[in-house]
DNA sequence: CTAAGGACCTGTCGGC
DNA sequence: TGCCGACAGGTCCTTA
């Protein structure tokens, strides 16, 4: 799934479909998802107009009068806009359908996805905890840094806990780490203010690079217009273990951090 | 409080 | 070709 990026790129992408649009139906095929779809969201749905698709972390908001949808994608889920005579696939739980017989069609192999509803979406206990978005001026070094002093975990794994900041997944953690030339195996608390500054630095790049880029396809994201986004040729070290490192030519290693796949140049990186 | 590990699911890929 | 295990972009929950 979607890392934060892709998750950007979703809301920019479903925003012009859905904004100002009436809902007439709402069809659910399957609403085991990671949590069981609450059984009042059609109700608060139908009949109702959005008013905005915002994106808190790696949650979709879609915005109403009285309360807001939460969407979360989880590994494998995706949101493309379609016309409502488009039969439905294996894996396509959900559609919101539109006045004007468009849809938005939720589609999640794995349902570790969600779809909710809250009358206060960021008091929801799913948001209420989240730390620092990264693209915001309040996630700085001093931050990360001050937050980081009594933890003992890896930096890798501090910075992909979103109770620090949020939408650092598995691949830009990894690249994160790399242009910031810091290992991914050091302890959190053992990582200069300077460093961690240019940790900050590195981290914006990164999400911002891929946001422009449309974000990472690997398998299961598609652009809410079917096509595919193209960063992947842009990964420096994630899925190149044993490639030679883009800097210093010396193979890329892999290590699992905290049960997921990390990637790094053993000589680039301290 | 922090940290570690399991849990939730299906699809795909590599090896034999 | 078929089967089997390993692995995949997230994150919550339980236990120590």
Same mark, same amino acid.
């Not at 109702?48 to 939460?70: D, E, M, P, Q, T």
């Not at 830009?172 to 242009?179: C, D, N, P, T, V």
């Given at each position: ?8 790129? /979703?809301?920019?992408?479903? /925003? ?7 809902? /007439? ?12 779809? $609450? ?6 749905? @139908? ?14 908001? @879609?915005?109403?009068? %009285?309360? #807001? ?11 493309? &806009? !379609? ?7 294996? %894996? ?9 017989? /468009? *849809?938005?069609?939720? =589609?999640? $192999? ?13 008091? %929801? ?25 009594? =933890?003992? !975990?890896?930096?890798?794994?501090? !910075?992909?806990? *979103? ?7 598995? &691949? ?15 302890? *959190?608390?053992? &990582?200069?203010?300077? =460093? ?6 590195? @981290? ?10 449309g974000g990472t396809t690997l398998?299961?994201f598609y652009m #809410?217009d079917g096509s595919a986004g193209y960063f992947k ?10 490639? $030679? ?5 010396? $193979? ?19």
């Amino acid at each position: 799934m979607p890392e934060l990026p892709e998750v950007e790129t /979703t809301k920019i992408g479903i /925003t012009p479909w859905v904004v100002n649009k009436e809902i /007439t139906d709402v069809i659910i095929r399957e609403k085991r998802l990671r949590y069981k779809i $609450p059984g009042n969201i059609k109700k608060q749905l @139908i009949n109702k107009r959005i008013i905005s698709v915002k994106r808190r972390a790696k949650y979709l908001l @879609i915005n109403f009068s %009285h309360g #807001s949808a939460i969407i979360h994608l989880g590994m494998s889920g995706s949101l493309r &806009i !379609i016309k409502t005579n488009e039969p439905a696939r294996k %894996h396509d739980h959900f559609d919101i359908v539109f006045i004007d017989d /468009t *849809a938005l069609r939720y =589609r999640d $192999p794995r349902r570790f996805g969600a779809f909710l509803w809250s009358e206060n979406p960021l008091s %929801h206990r799913l948001l209420i905890k989240l730390g620092q978005e990264p693209l915001q001026e309040k996630f700085t070094g001093e931050y990360l840094w001050k937050e980081a002093k009594n =933890r003992r !975990i890896t930096i890798k794994q501090f !910075i992909m806990n *979103a109770n620090i900041v949020v939408g650092v997944g598995n &691949i830009y953690a990894s690249e994160s780490l790399f242009l910031a030339g810091i290992n991914p195996n050091r302890k *959190a608390n053992r &990582i200069s203010k300077k =460093r961690m500054e240019g940790l900050v630095q590195a @981290i914006k790049l990164i999400l911002n690079d891929a946001i422009k880029a449309g974000g990472t396809t690997l398998q299961d994201f598609y652009m #809410s217009d079917g096509s595919a986004g193209y960063f992947k040729q842009k990964l420096k070290v994630y899925g190149r273990e044993k490639h $030679p490192c883009v800097s210093c030519k010396f $193979p890329i290693s892999m290590k699992v951090i905290g049960q997921r796949s990390t990637f790094y140049c053993k000589k680039c990186q301290s």
